[in-house]
């Protein structure tokens, strides 16, 4: 978010003086299951709360109308990467029907937005999250609590499990010491003179709460600062209580959803069943992450249930050099249909994005090419930083890369049981238990294609030799109008036939 520093201006970051942000502790499993993550992994950006099953507060800055509309959020987030928060009730991948922008944000005044979902989240838990709709709290001096998965240091990276950290309520009078005019009555400062202690980026949105046993009230929502956790800088959020009446008609009045805010007698229309949570099915297709700023990734084609096997997880987890936009990825499987991409370079390009771990739900008895393009040609290292890519099948890393130039391919095979296997043993498929080599006449001639060439980026003519001796028998090049890997082309080279 914007940082009003008194010095340079609004927008203005001081990162002379980095410093430890936060300075809070990594919080327990279902201390804050109201937490909301504005996007899934590491794309996601900002946080929020759920102030009903269905709705959940941001800040306008966080611009969820450009990011997070129609797309995923994750709610109850406390791994970044992971839902599985047992033994507290799991997170869940939930998607944004709407998103309302307080209609007066400007800049840093107004900082609220309110998101609602295509399904509730309903919390399994004793603590609950209330909107604090009275004007006189916080009190000078209360102690608060702000969360969030934002980064730990200024300009670090982003934390992987939520922190918290307490901070003191401080008067207006006393914030505008600080920053002037710019703390108008609907904000709330909180923080201590000496710093030390702070929200910062990727913390936007997210809640600032009084807790008093399991009811947290939500008086706060992360907005801006000078800086993080600098002296006489304190946090400045956007003042929960000030805007309860258009929180009201927009969740009560336009929505019309559940809320506690609302009173019992508001919904005209039935509440949401309040039985188990609803859970993201199991067969769904691959949840591409949050869309970046930039167009959204080619919609996956949905894997058909016709699964006789079942299904399994690939994992493809990526920690980025420093260039994530140069990275894209496809998989296909052994009939070479698409079954999962990012096909454009550019997806990955958050600044605070590090890290993302991308699920492919897959048929078990089957192939699967995962190639990973860098369109850089360098891979994921080691020039521009220290990235790689993992390949993970239920639990364990199947295959690790990094120095690959442009592209990497590496061939998943799942047994039935959706274990890795290097190949799968098709012999049977004609249900005949012969061994099958004997039908077929071998003699035949095992030579490379003498007109396979690639030309690359300089200009300069590779042939099979040059990719047998790179070991880039796996890269996949057009040639003669068909994309296929080199060791087709190159099978005597490659040692394939
Ligand atoms: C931010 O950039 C940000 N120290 C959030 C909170 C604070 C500063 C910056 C408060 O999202």
């Not at 047992?86 to 209609?103: L, M, W």
């Not at 918290?164 to 505008?176: F, G, L, Q, S």
């Not at 939500?218 to 800086?227: D, E, H, I, N, R």
């Not at 809320?259 to 188990?276: D, F, H, I, K, R």
């Amino acid at each position: 978010m914007l940082k009003y520093n008194p010095v340079k201006g609004i927008g203005a970051l001081d990162d002379t003086n980095i410093q430890k942000i936060i300075n809070g502790q990594q919080s327990a499993k279902g201390e804050f299951p109201y937490y909301v993550l504005l996007g899934v992994g590491g794309n996601a950006g900002c946080g929020g709360s759920l102030i009903a099953p269905q709705v959940v507060l941001t800040a306008a800055h966080c611009e969820p109308a450009t990011y997070n509309l129609g797309e995923l959020v994750t709610v109850g987030a406390y791994d970044r990467y992971s839902l599985n928060n047992s033994p507290a009730q799991n997170a869940e991948k939930i998607r944004v029907s709407k998103v309302r922008e307080h209609p007066q944000y400007s800049d840093v005044d107004y900082d609220f937005a309110l998101l609602l979902l295509d399904t509730p989240y309903i919390m399994d838990s004793e603590k609950y999250l209330v909107v604090n709709d009275n004007a006189q709290y916080p009190a000078a001096g209360a102690n608060l609590d702000v969360l969030g998965l934002g980064v730990t240091k200024v300009d670090g990276n982003v934390a992987q499990k939520l922190r918290d950290v307490a901070v003191p309520a401080i008067t207006n009078a006393e914030c505008r010491k600080s920053y002037g005019n710019q703390v108008k009555n609907n904000m709330l400062c909180a923080g201590f003179d000496a710093g030390g202690k702070d929200s910062c980026q990727g913390d936007s949105g997210g809640p600032l709460v009084q807790i008093e046993g399991n009811k947290h009230t939500q008086v706060g929502v992360v907005s801006w600062g000078a800086g993080c956790a600098e002296a006489n800088s304190p946090g400045v959020y956007a003042r929960v209580s000030s805007e309860i009446e258009w929180m009201k008609q927009t969740i009560c009045d336009d929505w019309n959803v559940e809320a506690s805010l609302c009173g019992p007698s508001t919904p005209t229309t039935p509440p949401p069943p309040v039985a188990a949570p609803v859970t993201a099915p199991v067969t769904a297709p691959v949840q591409a992450p949050q869309a970046a700023p930039q167009s959204p990734p080619t919609p996956t084609p949905p894997i058909s249930n016709e699964c006789s096997a079942g299904q399994s997880d690939i994992k493809l987890f990526f920690k980025f050099d420093d260039y994530p936009d140069d990275i894209s990825w496809t998989v296909t499987d052994a009939q070479n249909v698409l079954v999962a991409e990012i096909d454009e370079p550019g997806y990955y390009d958050d600044i605070l994005l590090t890290k993302v771990t991308e699920t492919i739900t897959v048929c078990n008895n089957n192939c699967y090419d995962v190639t990973i393009n860098d369109i850089y040609g360098n891979g994921l290292c080691c020039e521009e930083g220290n990235g790689r890519y993992d390949i993970r099948v239920q639990g364990t890393t199947i295959f690790t890369g990094k120095r690959f130039g442009e592209q990497a391919v590496e061939r998943v095979c799942l047994d039935k049981n959706g274990v890795f296997v290097t190949s799968l043993d098709n012999d049977s498929e004609d249900g005949d238990d012969d061994d099958d080599d004997e039908d077929y006449d071998y003699e035949y001639e095992c030579e490379d294609d003498a007109t396979f060439k690639w030309v690359n980026k300089k200009g300069k003519t590779k042939n099979c030799k040059w990719f047998a001796k790179k070991n880039k028998c796996n890269a996949k090049r057009k040639h003669n109008g068909k994309k296929q890997r080199v060791f087709n082309f190159c099978p005597f080279s490659c040692n394939t036939c």
